[in-house]
Nanobody, 117 residues
Framework: QVRLVESGGGLVQAGGSLRLSCAAS??????MAWFRQAPGKEREFVAY????????YYADSVKGRFTISRDNTKNTAYLQMDSLRPEDTAIYSC????????????WGQGTQVTVSS
């Protein structure tokens, strides 16, 4: 069974750091991305990484503060979030595109990140 399992969310003060993990099992991946959704807002893209070359791309709102990486041996992607701001508060979800798909076909359950001021 194919799954994405997320971990690492929590409560942190503004200026602090958190690291999210997203572990995939059961399928060869092409890329993985993180999205977030704040209360009353639409889901927005955060960051993206390709599995073969580690090419990374970020939303302007997190560029320079967040870093996406991946460990192929563990089939896991990470989102290191530094200099967190209250506006980063959201449910963060990882999504993956498997080798047989043309879009994101795997989604995690989401993890809450809360940044207090």
């Amino acid at each position: 069974q194919v799954r994405l399992v997320e971990s690492g969310g929590g409560l942190v003060q503004a200026g602090g750091s958190l690291r999210l993990s997203c572990a995939a099992s059961g399928r060869t991946l092409v890329s993985m991305a993180w999205f977030r959704q704040a209360p009353g807002k639409e889901r927005e893209f955060v960051a993206y990484i390709t599995w073969s070359t580690s090419f990374a791309y970020y939303a302007d709102s997190v560029k320079g503060r967040f870093t996406i990486s991946r460990d192929n041996t563990k089939n896991t992607a990470y989102l290191q979030m530094d200099s967190l701001r209250p506006e980063d508060t959201a449910i963060y979800s990882c999504a993956a595109r498997s080798i047989t798909a043309t879009t994101y076909d795997l989604w995690g359950q989401g993890t809450q990140v809360t940044v207090s001021s």
